[in-house]
T-cell receptor, first 116, second 114 residues
Framework: GAVVSQHPSRVICKSGTSVKIECRSLDFQATTMFWYRQFPKQSLMLMATSNEGSKATYEQGVEKDKFLINHASLTLSTLTVTSAHPEDSSFYIC????????????FGPGTRLTVT | AQSVSQHNHHVILSEAASLELGCNYSYGGTVNLFWYVQYPGQHLQLLLKYFSGDPLVKGIKGFEAEFIKSKFSFNLRKPSVQWSDTAEYFCAVNFMEYGNKLVFGAGTILRVKS
C-alpha cells in the first residue's frame, strides 16, 4: 500500500525559533497533501491543503505566515513552524491523497513538536 | 458547517463482546465515508471506506460499517472484539461539495479487556 513518512518523529525547539517538518510519499506521487494538528485527546484538525506547484490552502483560523507550507515536488511537502511558541506544541500529521484520485488519504506517522 | 459526531469517547469491552461505534455527520449531500484506526504509538490506518453502492461495507480485521443515508450515519461494527482491537477509532467524512478534505470525528478510545 501507499506509504507516507514524516521527519522528524520528535523535535524539541526553543521559543522563537523555527522548525521544519517533512512529509514524503515513498512509493507514489502525491499532487495533494494535507497537514493536520492533533491536540491531546482530541481529533485531527485540518490546517491546510498542500498542492504541488501552487500555494497551499489554509483553513479558517490558521495563520499562513506562521505555518509555512511548501510542496515543491510530487513526493515532498514541508511544514515550517515559524517563531514557535509553547502553544504550538502539538502532534502534527500529514497525509497524501490517493494517487488514483479518490478522496482516500494515506497518513504519515506524525511529528511531536515541543516548544520550550 | 460540516461536522462529524462520534457519540462515545471511551468504550470498554470484554473480549468476544460485540462492538458498535456510532458516527453521524451533519450534511445531506454526497459524501465519502471512512473509518480509521490508530493503534497505540502507530499512525492512522484505514479500516474501511464507503464511496457508493452496497451500503454495508466490509473492512479489514473483521470490521464492517453500514451507511444509512436517511440517518446520516456510518456506524462501525464488529461481532466479536479481541484484545488487539484496543485502539482509537476515528470516523472521517469527505463532504464532496466542499472539496477533497476530510472532517474527522472526535475519536473513540476502545479498550478491550482480556
Amino acid at each position: 500500500g501507499a506509504v507516507v513518512s514524516q521527519h522528524p518523529s520528535r523535535v524539541i525547539c526553543k521559543s522563537g525559533t523555527s522548525v521544519k517538518i517533512e512529509c514524503r510519499s515513498l512509493d507514489f506521487q502525491a499532487t495533494t497533501m494535507f497537514w493536520y494538528r492533533q491536540f491531546p485527546k482530541q481529533s485531527l484538525m485540518l490546517m491546510a491543503t498542500s498542492n504541488e506547484g501552487s500555494k497551499a490552502t489554509y483553513e479558517q483560523g490558521v495563520e499562513k505566515d506562521k505555518f509555512l507550507i511548501n510542496h515543491a515536488s510530487l513526493t515532498l511537502s514541508t511544514l515550517t513552524v515559524t517563531s514557535a511558541h509553547p502553544e504550538d506544541s502539538s502532534f502534527y500529521i500529514c497525509s497524501a491523497r490517493d494517487p488514483s484520485g479518490s478522496t482516500e488519504q494515506y497518513f504519515g506517522p506524525g511529528t511531536r513538536l515541543t516548544v520550550t | 458547517a460540516q461536522s462529524v459526531s462520534q457519540h462515545n469517547h471511551h468504550v470498554i469491552l470484554s473480549e468476544a463482546a460485540s462492538l458498535e461505534l456510532g458516527c453521524n455527520y451533519s450534511y445531506g449531500g454526497t459524501v465519502n465515508l471512512f473509518w480509521y484506526v490508530q493503534y497505540p504509538g502507530q499512525h492512522l490506518q484505514l479500516l474501511l471506506k464507503y464511496f457508493s453502492g452496497d451500503p454495508l461495507v466490509k473492512g479489514i480485521k473483521g470490521f464492517e460499517a453500514e451507511f444509512i443515508k436517511s440517518k446520516f450515519s456510518f456506524n462501525l461494527r464488529k461481532p466479536s472484539v479481541q484484545w488487539s482491537d484496543t485502539a482509537e477509532y476515528f470516523c472521517a467524512v469527505n463532504f464532496m461539495e466542499y472539496g477533497n478534505k476530510l472532517v474527522f470525528g472526535a475519536g473513540t478510545i476502545l479498550r478491550v479487556k482480556s
